[in-house]
């Protein structure tokens, strides 16, 4: 196995990822939820979508699902594990990533471009950018809302990898899209090697996309797999 | 025997609760000057068999820990249904 892509009842973007994937150099395949083996797996992805129809709350129902052990007990193991939307929502469930993501501040949902400000590289998502750099990726979120019990604990920590910015890298309120805290899109955990972001990287993964800014975050995440050389 | 619960779930205070700020506004404008704070939450009905009360309520509150409420970002409380 290359790059284990989960596949929940509603995920829906599991072939961009797979496509963005293979843009970086890295094979992919698919990996049905109720499956449990994730042996010889180099990554993870979760994918967004709607796993679960997002009953109860998003990622309540999927952080249960058959695979979510395996993937758990992987991504202790260090295994580069990425939550992208829905995936992040799931993770963060799971409490692989702390925190949650809740409703978007003013109870719309958000299908738009956004600036992302890179704040850290030390994260298997971020480790091919640089500090400070933006990126233009679209976020597609109703849930996109980031809370966590103890903020200053991520802040502090360095958990947080990227913020809602212009495209000047300025972040204040006004650049924040869905009233997430401390403008927050993006962290990573305290081993480093499980991330989570709401906006799509796989979405800006080419210039006939409107941006190819998200290869930044899929090489990066494609190097530390380890399948191809950073 | 068959216990039915009631598990109401709500926003720890803190977090923002748009629903409930605008529909405050929105009594306020109808003439309900006087409310000071409206919230939204959720309502679980949960049916269970148990021998007794106390066995049931113990499990209900393992679902809500486990499933049922995100203890990051809510409250719950449970109640018997009559």
Redesign the interface.
Known sequence: MTIAVIVFPGTNCEHDIIHALGLAGAESEHVWHRDTDLSGAHGIVLPGGFAHGDY??TG??AR?SPIMEEVARLADAGVPTLGICNGFQIL??AGLLP??L??N???KFICRPTHLRVESTDSVLTRAAEIGQVLRIPLNSYEG?Y???DIDNVENAGDVILRYSDAAGHVDSTTNPN?STNSIAGITNAGRNVAGLMPHPERASEKILGSDDGMALIEGFVASTGLVDA | MTRTFTVSITRKPGLSDPEGTTTRKALIDLGFTDVSHVSFGRTIVVTIDAPDEDEARAQIEAMCVKLLANPVMESYVVEASS
């Open positions: 109860l709350r309540a129902i249960f963060c469930e925190g949650a809740v409703a501040r003013d109870l809302n809370v966590a019990d009233g």
